[in-house]
């Protein structure tokens, strides 16, 4: 049974920091590309951040570039997403999405991804 648990959300003022974790069960890890989705409320899920499979190409939202880094522990089986100079509209429900197909990492249509998470909430406010 395939699991992909997201964690590390939370409240915090614009200009903060949040690293979330994804922890992925059921699957082989290093054959699988990762990517983080968000969702905020009244709007379509929208992709932030892709990784391939060995880690070695990114892909960033123009929204989140220079903001957020995408990373891939194949040793813990987690990918991560950490979040600097959170800003109020980086307010949104996070996913972390798996799929085995090398290219997906770029790919910015949920409908190209095969697993997802629960999601967890990140909230920007003072």
């Known amino acids: 049974q395939v699991q992909l648990v997201e964690s590390g959300g939370g409240l915090v003022q614009p200009g903060d920091s949040l690293r979330l974790s994804c922890s992925a069960s059921?699957?082989?890890?290093?054959?699988?590309?990762m990517a983080w989705f968000r969702q905020a409320p009244g709007k379509g899920r929208e992709f932030v951040a892709g990784v391939s499979r060995a880690a070695v190409n990114l892909y960033y939202a123009d929204s989140v570039k220079e903001r957020f880094t995408i990373s891939k522990n194949a040793a813990k089986n987690t990918t991560y997403l950490q979040m600097n100079s959170l800003r109020p509209d980086d307010t949104a429900v996070y996913y972390c999405a798996a799929d085995q197909d090398t290219s997906h990492y770029a790919a910015r249509d949920p409908a190209a991804y095969e697993y997802w998470g629960q999601g967890t909430q990140v909230t920007v406010s003072s």
């Open positions: 059921g699957i082989t890890f290093r054959t699988y590309v």
